[in-house]
């Protein structure tokens, strides 16, 4: 089951993320009981979005069906993979419809992505109007003047159809779900996510799951006033890991080997609990012991994130790039965006905008604008009046690549170990920043009491009297 979709490797690797596993089970329940839960998931690039949703469908459809209940049949489509011309998309997502429908994640789901295939499936149902759904797609996509707008109505309909002819329900969880957006570049169509909440709105039988990795993006569909979908959908953060459970992903993926607690704790504080970054130097510190034999300890650890972030063969590096390549592609105005990109780089605390603007030589209304436009492509972020890169390891790929520094698939012993004590001191640097900030976060705020007793719940003492 899923095979081509969840490969056995993959599923073996997968960790926690139970809560998340839970709001997904809950919406399908809810389905089941003909209440409808939308659900957005919404985090930075490989942070395991997709891995959530594969390993809910694998457990959802290994759970027997209720007596008396509907079934609840997921399906699984990335936008990515989808081709985002009207045409093309809606042969496509009833393609994906009628392929989950009928074969529950087996096989290949791109035997149904042609018309041909579909009107043969459709034929198999023995139902009137799912086949008038897919002869009417066929029709209007002989037309001369193609309606646009329709094959969308068409395909966004074509679920809710399906499962009231079947007696079943669908729960579709949709990917990078903010390419969606992509299909009003066609003047027919208009707003595309308008068309799909105008379709939703008409529902019962159908539940959406979105997932996205273009952060600003998904915020402005989901919980901006101005956006259609404003309020239809619950988001969630999905965010890194906490120490037990990069942990966990460390020892699975370096299969059996022992890994002491201070390297486990080094591996932590370097990749900040990304999953993907984890994986990355865990496989990394694997080929190591098993090539030359080392044993796990911190500067094992070290030496392996340097591999991988410094090196053009690093998968850290090679996602680093692609994140940074493919954001900057989405923004105007690349030469001033990159130089302001590289002063937050370099800078090993978060900056203000009058510091930023002093170091771009530019007015501040001015910066305010390019980081607008940097934050609006997820590659900065505002906290507590200050700027930074919202993803600590790709601010340091980025202060490494500006400084032009790029390793050679196996670097000099010396060469290496001069990188690993330069990092391990950033590291150290940003660590005493971050204490720095908090002691005087702190101090600001006893001079703010000035002298007056506050509740001792406040700084993570019980109340007097308590037990």
């Not at 009981?33 to 457990?59: D, N, P």
């Not at 169509?189 to 996205?212: E, H, I, K, N, P």
């Not at 690349?334 to 002093?358: D, F, G, Y």
């Amino acid at each position: 089951m899923l095979d081509y979709l969840y490969p056995i490797d993959e599923r073996a690797l997968f960790t926690d993320r139970e809560h998340l596993l839970g709001l997904l089970e809950l919406s399908a329940v809810e389905l089941q009981q003909q209440r409808r839960k939308h659900l957005a998931l919404l985090g930075l690039r490989r942070i395991g979005k997709t891995l959530i949703l594969k390993e809910f469908i694998l457990r959802w459809l290994q759970r027997p069906t209720p007596p008396g209940a509907p079934p609840v049949i997921p399906v699984y489509l990335d936008l990515k993979r989808l081709g985002l011309s009207p045409e093309s998309f809606a042969v496509e997502y009833i393609g994906a419809v009628l392929y989950w429908f009928l074969e529950k994640g087996a096989g290949r789901a791109d035997d149904y992505a042609h018309l041909p295939a579909l009107l043969r499936a459709a034929s198999t149902l023995g139902n009137a109007r799912v086949l008038d759904m897919v002869l009417e797609l066929d029709a209007d996509l002989r037309q001369q003047s193609i309606p646009q707008r329709r094959l969308l109505e068409l395909a966004f309909n074509f679920p809710e159809t399906l499962a009231r002819a079947q007696g079943a329900s669908f729960l579709i969880c949709i990917d990078e779900f903010q390419d969606l957006s992509l299909l009003s570049n066609f003047p027919q169509v208009g707003d595309a996510l308008d068309v799909f909440r105008s379709v939703l709105q008409t529902q019962s039988a159908v539940t959406y799951v979105a997932a996205g990795s273009a952060i600003s993006l998904m915020e402005g569909i989901f919980h901006q006033a101005r956006s259609p979908l404003f309020v239809h959908f619950r988001s969630e953060r999905v965010g890194p890991f906490g120490r037990v459970e990069s942990e966990e992903l460390a020892r699975k993926a370096l299969v059996g080997e022992d890994l002491p607690p201070a390297a486990a704790q080094t591996l932590y504080e370097w990749t900040r609990g990304h999953p993907f970054y984890i994986y990355a130097v865990a496989e990394r510190m694997r080929e190591l012991i098993l090539l030359s034999g080392r044993v796990v300890d911190p500067e094992l650890v070290r030496e392996a994130f340097v591999l991988e972030t410094l090196s053009s063969a690093g998968r850290i590096y090679n996602l680093c790039r692609y994140v940074v390549e493919e954001s900057m592609g989405q923004a105007r105005g690349q030469a001033l965006l990159r130089l302001l990109l590289q002063i937050l780089a370099e800078s090993e605390s978060p900056l203000t905008l009058t510091e930023v603007a002093h170091r771009l030589r530019r007015p501040a209304g001015a910066t305010r604008a390019l980081l607008n436009r940097l934050s609006a492509v997820d590659l900065v972020a505002q906290a507590d009046g200050a700027y930074d890169l919202p993803d600590p390891v790709l601010k340091i790929w980025l202060a490494y690549f500006h400084a032009g520094v790029e390793l050679l698939t196996v670097p000099r012993r010396e060469i290496l170990e001069q990188l690993v004590a330069d990092m391990t001191q950033r590291y150290q640097r940003v660590s005493s920043e971050l204490g720095l900030a908090r002691e005087s976060q702190v101090r600001e705020l006893m001079l703010a009491f000035a002298g007056r007793q506050a509740p001792g719940r406040l700084f993570g003492q019980p109340a007097r009297g308590a037990g």
